[in-house]
């Protein structure tokens, strides 16, 4: 009995931690500044007081009373990367160092203003907010404990805002985001070491709505100078399922998955609240200087809440996944070349998310850091097209786990390459996206 109650425990302790194994593939991912827009060139540098295109809207609403006419923003990215693990003798399972983890994640993002009066605008965006996928080896080293893992988030947002001064602007943007959640493991077939099996499977996902808020503020110092201040709020998102098991063919391990029978369980996340501060600064007619400062609370999203519904007693805890609040920090340069190209370029920097060096197989990411170039081309016919160049991204940790008989140290460095273009057209209207009397570039284009 003794035996049998200690399997029903494994058992109930091996579904919570696929689950919330995976969960960590989202925080080892990206939480994205930009979707396919001008912003990729520049590294976040002055998101939040940068109106050239309704997909400011994102990174701060108010932006959007700088737009003249009707204006839309459509853009696709795609990521690409390389994340492989090293073994050492310290692993404790056979298998492989499960290859190029980092599979491609297409985007894609839509966004349109309007200009209702010489005060007020509405807008509309549909983008992505964060994703990742991971797929490794099936037979790799680290299967028990992930094998694929995927977390997907988009957010459709009306906006409205509106120009109290001629100096100061508010937005506001509530927020509908759509999450999708998906992991899958091996199990253990040979728990007690009794006989030779093939491994059997775990496989969770489930989708779900969240609701949140995009608020900003955009003040025009001077001619030249303006400054943005944006917050995002949090949104929980709330996945449930019934974890879904197949070739499990160790008796005493089924005996066990039959008395526990879990009917759900669910997982509680956050999504980061953040705070995003930017500058903008026009040295003359052809040099703009942009910088961001950016917090994000990820200390909110390392506690995550786990529920279990089965026959044999429910149970609920929150588990501490120790993260600590992230800091950006970016600076970029805008050069207006010509009346029709304008030239992008900027430099990023985030700090880590955990309190500790020690990471996981689902969390590959640590201190990121990314330099971006770009171009703009503006036709007669009031058309922009954007080629931002690829993200160039790093990140090296190391993983010390003698407990969890993964690799007992791990080292590991990826890249991450999204390839961007948009095009920006305000149907009928004549000036440049972002014209504005007090755009000082902009300006100089329209004479």
Same mark, same amino acid.
Request: glycine share 10%; net charge negative; aromatic share 10%.
């Given at each position: 009995?003794?035996?049998?109650?200690?399997?029903?425990?494994?058992?109930?302790?091996?579904?919570?931690?696929?689950?919330?194994?995976?969960?960590?593939?989202?925080?080892?991912?990206?939480?994205?500044?930009?979707?396919?827009?001008?912003?990729?060139?520049?590294?976040?540098?002055?998101?939040?007081?940068?109106?050239?295109?309704?997909?400011?809207?994102?990174?701060?609403?108010?932006?959007?009373?700088?737009?003249?006419?009707?204006?839309?923003?459509?853009?696709?990215?795609?990521?690409?990367?390389?994340?492989?693990?090293?073994?050492?003798?310290?692993?404790?399972?056979?298998?492989?160092?499960?290859?190029?983890?980092?599979?491609?994640?297409?985007?894609?993002?839509?966004?349109?203003?309007?200009?209702?009066?010489?005060?007020?605008?509405?807008?509309?965006?549909?983008?992505?907010?964060?994703?990742?996928?991971?797929?490794?080896?099936?037979?790799?080293?680290?299967?028990?404990?992930?094998?694929?893992?995927?977390?997907?988030?988009?957010?459709?947002?009306?906006?409205?805002?509106?120009?109290?001064?001629?100096?100061?602007?508010?937005?506001?943007?509530?927020?509908?985001?759509?999450?999708?959640?998906?992991?899958?493991?091996?199990?253990?077939?040979?728990? =007690? %070491? &009794? /006989?030779?099996?093939?491994?059997?499977? @775990? +496989?969770?996902? *489930?989708?779900?709505?969240?609701?949140?808020? $995009?608020?900003?503020?955009?003040?025009?110092?001077?001619?030249?100078?303006? =400054? %943005? &201040? /944006?917050?995002?709020?949090?949104?929980? @998102? +709330?996945?449930? *399922?019934?974890?879904?098991?197949?070739?499990? $063919?160790?008796?005493?391990?089924?005996?066990?998955?039959?008395?526990?029978?879990?009917?759900?369980?669910?997982?509680?996340?956050?999504?980061?609240?953040?705070?995003?501060?930017?500058?903008?600064?026009?040295?003359?007619?052809?040099?703009?200087?942009?910088?961001?400062?950016?917090?994000?609370?990820?200390?909110?999203?390392?506690?995550?809440?786990?529920?279990?519904?089965?026959?044999?007693?429910?149970?609920?805890?929150?588990?501490?996944?120790?993260?600590?609040?992230?800091?950006?920090?970016?600076?970029?340069?805008?050069?207006?070349?010509?009346?029709?190209?304008?030239?992008?370029?900027?430099?990023?920097?985030?700090?880590?998310?955990?309190?500790?060096?020690?990471?996981?197989?689902?969390?590959?990411?640590?201190?990121?850091?990314?330099?971006?170039?770009?171009?703009?081309?503006?036709?007669?016919?009031?058309?922009?097209?954007?080629?931002?160049?690829?993200?160039?991204?790093?990140?090296?940790?190391?993983?010390?786990?003698?407990?969890?008989?993964?690799?007992?140290?791990?080292?590991?460095?990826?890249?991450?390459?999204?390839?961007?273009?948009?095009?920006?057209?305000?149907?009928?209207?004549?000036?440049?996206?972002?014209?504005?009397?007090?755009?000082?570039?902009?300006?100089?284009?329209?004479?």
């Amino acid at each position: 009995m003794e035996s049998v109650y200690c399997l029903r425990r494994s058992a109930a302790m091996l579904l919570c931690t696929a689950c919330w194994f995976g969960t960590s593939a989202w925080a080892g991912g990206i939480l994205i500044y930009e979707a396919g827009q001008e912003g990729n060139g520049l590294a976040n540098a002055g998101s939040a007081a940068l109106a050239n295109d309704p997909s400011v809207l994102m990174s701060n609403p108010a932006g959007i009373t700088r737009l003249k006419g009707t204006q839309i923003s459509a853009n696709a990215q795609v990521i690409l990367g390389d994340l492989r693990f090293s073994r050492d003798s310290g692993n404790q399972f056979d298998g492989n160092e499960g290859g190029n983890a980092l599979q491609y994640l297409p985007g894609t993002s839509l966004f349109i203003s309007h200009q209702l009066d010489e005060r007020s605008a509405i807008g509309f965006g549909m983008y992505g907010n964060f994703g990742l996928a991971l797929d490794y080896d099936d037979d790799w080293a680290g299967r028990y404990f992930t094998q694929e893992a995927a977390v997907i988030g988009v957010s459709m947002q009306p906006t409205w805002a509106y120009k109290f001064t001629d100096d100061l602007s508010i937005g506001v943007g509530p927020r509908i985001m759509v999450g999708y959640y998906r992991t899958e493991m091996a199990i253990n077939n040979n728990l =007690l %070491g &009794l /006989a030779e099996r093939p491994d059997g499977q @775990l +496989e969770y996902k *489930d989708t779900d709505v969240g609701v949140g808020v $995009n608020l900003g503020l955009l003040y025009q110092v001077d001619a030249r100078t303006r =400054l %943005g &201040l /944006a917050y995002t709020s949090k949104v929980k @998102l +709330e996945f449930e *399922d019934k974890p879904h098991l197949k070739d499990i $063919n160790n008796p005493l391990l089924n005996v066990a998955l039959r008395r526990l029978d879990v009917d759900s369980l669910e997982l509680d996340l956050n999504v980061p609240q953040t705070v995003t501060f930017s500058v903008a600064h026009e040295l003359d007619e052809q040099w703009t200087l942009l910088g961001s400062l950016n917090w994000q609370d990820w200390s909110d999203f390392g506690d995550v809440g786990v529920e279990v519904d089965s026959n044999a007693g429910g149970t609920s805890r929150t588990v501490d996944r120790k993260y600590k609040d992230t800091w950006h920090a970016s600076v970029g340069a805008q050069y207006q070349a010509t009346r029709q190209w304008r030239w992008s370029v900027g430099l990023g920097y985030d700090s880590r998310q955990w309190m500790t060096r020690t990471v996981r197989s689902t969390t590959p990411w640590a201190r990121p850091g990314g330099w971006l170039p770009g171009s703009t081309t503006r036709s007669t016919k009031g058309w922009t097209c954007t080629w931002p160049t690829p993200w160039c991204g790093w990140a090296t940790w190391t993983s010390s786990r003698p407990r969890h008989a993964l690799a007992a140290r791990c080292r590991a460095a990826m890249t991450i390459v999204p390839c961007t273009s948009s095009a920006v057209a305000p149907p009928g209207a004549s000036e440049a996206p972002g014209t504005a009397e007090t755009d000082h570039c902009n300006e100089g284009e329209a004479a």
